[in-house]
């Protein structure tokens, strides 16, 4: 079946632009998590999403980044002025959540963010 | 506070070496513990679970309380096996994982 999708694989943006960067989870998983992955720090939790509770933001660097999640499926994460210390490969994951376990998260195949 | 601790960043073994990647935890309550694996120019993968008590591709990982450890073992490393593995911590109550740094694993021939 289908695994979760992320858009665009690679995204060049010029310091102090706005990005938007999509994932599409696998359909019935409830829960939906951001990551970044960069060089020499490992893969940082950025924000998690499950069902229709408040997100967990507890990650997220700065205000100048947020994420939405319409509808209980797709999300966006946003980054607003982007820096060039926000160059990374960001990462989406979902999971079933099925509440018995911690359940195997699936990964997108990521976005590379380059910040010129 | 709750962390994951890998170590080392890069392991490099011969082919037919043995191999082991650290993991160890930080937490009070009940782990549940995990090693995933990206494969070059693969997605990030799970690998293995503790509660599975499982095999996979020849590693095994047995969680140690006492030592609040989670290593990695194989006993005899393939070329194929080099990736970026990581540890991750997950805990009651949440289906949030806590991540280690990584180490990458190099097996040369």
């Known amino acids: 079946g289908a695994g979760v999708s992320q858009s665009p694989s690679n995204k060049v943006t010029e310091k102090g632009k706005d990005v938007e960067l999509r994932c599409d989870p696998i359909?019935?998983?409830?829960?939906l998590y951001w990551y970044r992955q960069s060089l020499g720090q490992g893969l940082e939790f950025l924000i998690y999403?499950?069902?229709?509770?408040?997100?967990?933001k507890s990650g997220l660097p700065s205000d100048r980044f947020s994420a939405e999640r319409t509808g209980g499926s797709v999300s966006t994460l946003t980054i607003q002025r982007t820096q060039q210390e926000d160059s990374a490969v960001y990462l989406c994951?979902?999971?079933?959540?099925?509440?018995?376990?911690?359940?195997?998260?699936?990964f997108g195949p990521g976005t590379r963010l380059t910040v010129l | 506070a709750q962390r994951v601790t890998q170590p080392e960043k890069l392991l490099s073994v011969f082919k037919g070496a043995p191999v082991e990647l650290k993991c160890n935890y930080s937490?009070?309550?009940?782990?549940?513990l995990f090693w995933y694996v990206q494969y070059s120019r693969q997605r990030l993968q799970l690998l293995l679970r503790?509660?599975s008590r499982e095999s996979i591709k020849g590693f095994t990982a047995d969680l140690n309380k006492g030592e609040t450890s989670f290593h990695l073992k194989k006993p005899f490393a393939q070329e194929e096996d080099s990736a970026m593995y990581y540890c991750?911590?997950?805990?009651?109550?949440?289906?949030?994982?806590?991540f280690g740094t990584g180490t990458r694993l190099q097996v040369f021939p």
């Open positions: 994951a979902s999971s079933i959540a099925s509440g018995s376990s911690t359940d195997t998260q699936y």
């Open positions: 937490y009070s309550g009940s782990p549940e």
């Open positions: 991750a911590l997950g805990r009651h109550n949440t289906d949030k994982l806590i």
């Open positions: 999403f499950q069902g229709n509770s408040a997100p967990d």
């Open positions: 359909s019935g998983h409830t829960a």
């Open positions: 503790h509660i």
